[in-house]
């Protein structure tokens, strides 16, 4: 597995991304369609548009520290991150990942998990000390595929975007 990370000017100033790369990402959404129901990120989990994916894209690069990393296996996009270096509550130390979504044709190939150590790696190597994330309470797939990766509850809590019920978690690197 290649994992690449997004630029941040890939979508400044309203550029566009490559077509075929938000072809790939729009695909790698719209195969999660339990999670789109669950998320209501979209408007209609069975029709997501490039464009709302790269309005999406667009509005997690808009906080400064977030990355999209691009998770590729035989030059296939298997999966998508999106971290926070800093969350914007600045009482919290840790690094965030914000996002980790694997196409639903490749779950149970690892991915999720290798991408998911990428991620830990890189905050280690940068000296940071923990992971963060928040899982949708109405996730429980979600929740158990992380709890087997070693994060642990440290709170409940609305998520600062829609308000909705999340579960965070936190592992110590």
């Given at each position: 597995m290649i994992v690449e990370t997004l630029a941040p000017k890939a979508l400044e100033d309203g550029a566009a991304l490559p077509g075929p790369l938000l072809t790939e990402l729009t695909a790698l959404y719209a195969s999660n369609r339990a999670f789109q129901q669950l998320s209501g990120d979209f408007p209609d989990p069975d029709d997501i548009r490039?464009?709302?994916?790269?309005?999406?894209?667009?509005d997690e690069l808009a906080e400064p520290s977030a990355e999209v990393l691009l998770a590729r296996s035989e030059g296939r996009l298997v999966a998508v991150a999106v971290t926070l270096g800093r969350h914007p509550d600045p009482a919290d130390p840790d690094p965030w990942l914000g996002l980790l979504m694997v196409h639903a044709d490749e779950r149970r190939a690892g991915f999720g998990r290798r991408l998911a150590r990428h991620v830990e790696d890189g905050f280690r190597a940068g000296g940071r000390t923990g992971l963060r994330l928040a899982v949708l309470e109405n996730n429980p797939e979600a929740l158990a595929f992380w709890t087997a990766l070693g994060y642990e509850e440290t709170a409940r809590r609305p998520d600062l975007a829609h308000g909705r019920p999340c579960v965070v978690l936190r592992k110590a690197l």
């Open positions: 490039p464009e709302q994916v790269a309005a999406a894209l667009a």
